[in-house]
Each structure stands twice: as structure tokens, then as C-alpha cells.
């Protein structure tokens, strides 16, 4: 996960963008960026460990699943 923290951070909610493609319900399909639940509810006191922890809990109970795997092949 690369993990972009722009000039008017903490107001702004960082951008997690995962590195490989991943299909899952809280990643968009778009740019493979990080939309759940713990960034909607971000605010200038949020805490990006906190948001991190989060993100790892959702996904260890349901993991996103790489789109390579999800391919036919031949």
C-alpha cells in the first residue's frame, strides 16, 4: 500500500493506493485506491495508524483478492 499524505494533511484524508490490483468492495476499480469506511469517516482528528489497523481488520475478514487470480486462463 502506498500511502500519499497531501499538503493539507490531517483535514485532508491521506490516499492509500495498493500497489497491485486488487478486486474488493472498499477498493475502487478506477485507480486501485482505498474508498471504505474508515476513509469516509476521516477527520482532521483521525489517526492514519488507527485508519491502518482498521483497513487490516476488514480485510483479514474478507481479503481482497488479487485480479490476476481472478483471470481464466487457457
Do not use: C, M
Amino acid at each position: 500500500v502506498k500511502v500519499v499524505v497531501l499538503k493539507n494533511f490531517p483535514v485532508q484524508a491521506p490516499i492509500l493506493i495498493f500497489l497491485v490490483k486488487v478486486v474488493h468492495n472498499d477498493i475502487s476499480p478506477q485507480d486501485n485506491s482505498y474508498i471504505g469506511a474508515g476513509l469516509k469517516q476521516w477527520t482532521n482528528q483521525s489517526n492514519l495508524v488507527l485508519l491502518l489497523q482498521r483497513i487490516e481488520v476488514e480485510f483479514n475478514k474478507e481479503p481482497p483478492i488479487p485480479e490476476a487470480l481472478l483471470q481464466v486462463k487457457p
